[in-house]
Nanobody
Framework: QVQLVESGGGLVQPGESLRLSCAASGFNFGSYAMGWFRQAPGKEREVVAYISGSGGILDSVQTVKDRFTISRDNSKYTVYLQMNSLKPEDTALYYC?????????????????WGQGTQVTVSS
């Protein structure tokens, strides 16, 4: 069965960095796009960054574009989210998700499996 397990979240101060990891199993990892989403209290889940199965196409939303970078290691069945210059508004539960296809996609309905999430809190 498909499993996605996020790690790397925590409490950091503004301006600091974190790297999230998502370990995948139960499917042919390199054949599917992967995405990172987040949900803050009282807000809808939103896409943060996404990457194609091969890793050749990747993108992120404008609010994090110069600070967050998504990457993947298909040999390790792992996708990462490097987050730099964190801000209090980045505080949220961060989820990784498996795409339905290899093509990079930005909408939640393009994903069919989700992890349990890892909490990121940015506060001084």
């Amino acid at each position: 069965q498909v499993q996605l397990v996020e790690s790397g979240g925590g409490l950091v101060q503004p301006g600091e960095s974190l790297r999230l990891s998502c370990a995948a199993s139960g499917f042919n990892f390199g054949s599917y796009a992967m995405g990172w989403f987040r949900q803050a209290p009282g807000k809808e889940r939103e896409v943060v960054a996404y990457i194609s199965g091969s890793g050749g196409i990747l993108d992120s939303v404008q609010t994090v574009k110069d600070r967050f970078t998504i990457s993947r290691d298909n040999s390790k069945y792992t996708v990462y989210l490097q987050m730099n210059s964190l801000k209090p508004e980045d505080t949220a539960l961060y989820y990784c998700a498996k795409g339905k296809r290899s093509l990079a996609a930005s909408q939640p309905w393009d994903y069919d499996y989700w992890g349990q999430g890892t909490q990121v809190t940015v506060s001084s």
